[in-house]
C-alpha cells in the first residue's frame, strides 16, 4: 500500500528544510548554472553542496546535464519556483505581522527599548 498523501508531503518540505537546499533552488529558479557557479554564489565546501545536490536530485527537484567537463543544474519543475516565490509572500505577512505587534509592545510600554 502507498503512503498517504499527507507523509508523502511531509516528505517532500523535509526536502526543503535545508538553507543551502533552498538557496540552490532559488538560483536554479533565475536560470541554469553550473556547479562552479553555484559554490561561489552559496560559500560553501565542495562537499557540502555535493551532497545537498544529490539530495535535491533524489527528491527529482533538479536535473542536470553535462557539458565537456562542467555539470549544469536547473529545475525539474518550474513550480517549484512557484512554491518559493508563494513561501517569500507567506514569510513577509508573517513578518509584517510581528513589526506590527512589536510596535504596538512598544507603544505600550515606552520605557522599553
Request: aromatic letters at 4%; zero cysteines; charged letters at 25%.
Amino acid at each position: 500500500m502507498s503512503a498517504p498523501l499527507y507523509q508523502l508531503k511531509a516528505e517532500f518540505f523535509k526536502t526543503l528544510g535545508h538553507p543551502v537546499r533552498i538557496r540552490v533552488l532559488e538560483l536554479l529558479s533565475e536560470r541554469e548554472h553550473a556547479v562552479s557557479e553555484m559554490l561561489s554564489e552559496i560559500g560553501v565546501e565542495p562537499a557540502h553542496l555535493s551532497q545537498q545536490l544529490a539530495v535535491l536530485r533524489r527528491a527529482n527537484l533538479v536535473v542536470t546535464r553535462r557539458e565537456g567537463s562542467g555539470v549544469y543544474y536547473s529545475l525539474a519543475n518550474t513550480q517549484v519556483a512557484e512554491l518559493l516565490r508563494v513561501a517569500r509572500t507567506i514569510l513577509s505577512g508573517v513578518l509584517a505581522g510581528q513589526a506590527e505587534l512589536l510596535a504596538d509592545l512598544r507603544a505600550a510600554d515606552p520605557d522599553r527599548p
